[in-house]
């Protein structure tokens, strides 16, 4: 059952708990014991909402920062990676495979203060070897929904 | 001038259906609940397979029976799903979807006065094809007391010296039954002992949702008998593509195909392209979609129980077939009462057979938030009919 709760929730967290429970053939209690059972385990995080902040008029700049850092003894990149995702700005932290060790997301005001979180407090990290910043200049699809279309039901409205 | 019309062709009544669409599209803002058709889009992989083929300049005809590569990836998947081994070489016919199937089926089969049996309510072209083949369509009316599946005792009843041809729809459209082993099993036996032939009508075979579905085809004796159909309308939400398949012997195969060459050629090369990929990696996305469908029907029988509205099970397809026989109106009257006061478009169960009186069609083909919004207004009108009439 837990399956089927997390990929319904996983696309639409607000439904409520009888139309889910009616959904998945469960009862109401059942599930919402599952539920409550997740978020205790730390399967369940958060519920956030998917906003495309192109439409508003909110000014947000998003960067993805490619980091190479040297794992120092007895830290490993666990503890790197905790003094980078502690700064709120950070929405995202990746321990990577390749050419590179960690991936950063940061979102920001305006791109003045993206790079001053490089110079100021990322690359003078002792650990932290180089860093290479991309902006993101349009999101197309995040979290397996596209943002720019509008779904539109084209067929017909009574067929065979 | 002379009468430029074939008889035969005038005599056909037109779909009950086609009525009702007329209706609907008199009103461009209503909900409908009235589709036929999967609400999903072709998977990616699989439009992408079509759009290369298409770049790759594959824009002549194929053989008539189809691509070699898609009769054994038919053949292939048949085999794995439900167990009936087909040679691809003679047993497999690629066609503009199961519909062609269904006509060129019959026109293969039936002589002229040769029975073919209907169960109904079932989908609309199946009488048309037979009397089009020259055959003459004998209705078995199926009842909601055996949730709309073909008893043995229906059956020997419709049996007459005539009989060549019973037409079996499951999983079913537009009552959403299923026929099961057992129940299959029943009328194999009495099929062999009559000595008639099936056409199988497979099309909504992955829509099936308490344990798998079983094609009468695998079962004992009745593999040289039976012509089964399916295709990539509804399992693969492939409607635009028309592309649909017949198996069965090679004696009844080969005169499709002949018959299929003279009509159509082959089936659209591009689909075709596109139906190899479909059946090669499909099935996860067959999955998601059967799942999304089995959530919703949860929900819409759900809903119209809560209503006061009884409807069996539907286990197959993606309607839901509730009985509003207690409120007295006929089934086109409620739907077109609906659709003008609530705007909500719903097929009345006649569309499928007269046998269908007292029943509507309601489609589930539709996001969860569509199916909320229209369920409110369809209770909103059952209250105001149980408050005693609607305000026509």
């Known amino acids: 059952m837990r399956e089927k709760i997390l990929a319904v929730i996983e696309k639409n967290s607000r439904i409520d708990l009888h139309d889910l429970a009616v959904l998945l053939g469960e009862s109401e209690a059942a599930v919402a014991n599952e539920i ?71 979102e920001e005001k305006t791109m003045r203060a993206v790079a001053q979180f490089v110079s100021d407090k990322l690359s003078p990290m002792d650990s932290v070897l180089s860093t290479a910043t991309h902006f993101v200049l349009k999101k197309y699809k995040d979290h397996g929904t596209v943002l720019s279309q509008k779904i539109q039901d084209e067929r017909m409205l009574v067929t065979p | 001038m002379r009468n430029p019309l074939a008889d035969k062709a005038v005599a056909i009544k037109p779909s009950g259906i086609r009525k009702f669409f007329d209706i609907v599209s008199e009103m461009p803002d209503a909900i409908s609940l009235g589709v036929g058709e999967p609400d999903f889009e072709t998977p990616w992989h699989i439009r992408e397979e079509g759009i290369y083929s298409l770049e790759r300049g594959r824009t002549f005809y194929t053989s008539n029976s189809g691509l070699k590569e898609l009769k054994q990836e038919i053949c292939s998947y048949i085999d794995r799903r439900f167990r009936v081994p087909y040679r691809y070489q003679d047993e497999v016919i690629v066609t503009v979807g199961g519909s062609e199937a269904i006509d060129i089926a019959m026109r293969a089969m039936l002589n002229p006065g040769e029975e073919v049996i209907i169960p109904q309510p079932s989908y609309v072209s199946y009488e048309p094809c037979a009397i089009l083949a020259d055959g003459v369509p004998v209705i078995v009316e199926l009842k909601e007391e055996n949730e709309f599946r073909l008893t043995k005792e229906q059956l020997l009843a419709a049996i007459t010296p005539k009989t060549k041809l019973l037409i079996l729809p499951y999983p079913n459209n537009p009552t ?121 029907r949860r929900f819409l029988v759900h809903r119209l129980r809560e209503m006061g509205l009884t409807c069996f099970e539907p286990y197959g397809a993606f309607y839901v077939f509730p009985s509003i026989q207690k409120f007295g109106m006929s089934s086109d009257d409620f739907a077109t009462t609906l659709l003008q006061e609530e705007k909500v478009a719903v097929v009345p169960g006649t569309a499928f057979g007269d046998c269908g009186e007292g029943f509507l069609r309601i489609s589930y083909a539709y996001s969860l938030e569509s199916l909320k919004k229209a369920l409110d207004r369809v209770e909103h009108f059952i209250q105001r009919l149980d408050k005693g009439g609607a305000n026509s």
């Open chain 1, 36 to 106: 409550a059972d997740m978020e205790k385990e730390n399967i369940i995080c958060g519920y956030h909402t998917l906003i495309n902040w192109d439409n508003t008029s909110d000014e947000k700049v998003v960067a993805l920062i490619e980091v190479r850092v040297t794992p120092q003894r007895g830290m490993g990149f666990d503890k790197i990676a905790e003094r980078i995702y502690q700064y709120s700005e950070v929405q995202a932290v990746y321990l990577m495979s390749g050419a590179y060790d960690f991936m950063v997301m940061l």
């Open chain 2, 176 to 296: 959403g039954a299923i026929m099961e082993k057992k129940d299959l099993e029943e009328i194999a036996s009495v099929i062999i002992e009559h000595d008639i032939f099936v056409l199988s009508d497979e099309i909504y075979s992955e829509l099936s949702y308490n344990g798998g579905h079983v094609t009468i085809a695998s079962l004992p004796g009745m593999r040289e008998r039976t012509i089964l159909i399916n295709g990539f309308s509804k399992s693969y939400a492939m409607t635009g593509w028309r592309l649909g398949y017949a198996c069965g012997p090679a004696e009844i195969i080969s005169q499709m195909v002949k018959i299929h060459q003279f009509a159509i050629m082959c089936a659209p090369t591009t689909s075709q392209y596109a139906a190899v990929e479909a059946l090669r990696n499909g099935d996860a996305d067959v999955a998601v979609m059967r799942e999304s469908y089995n959530q919703r």
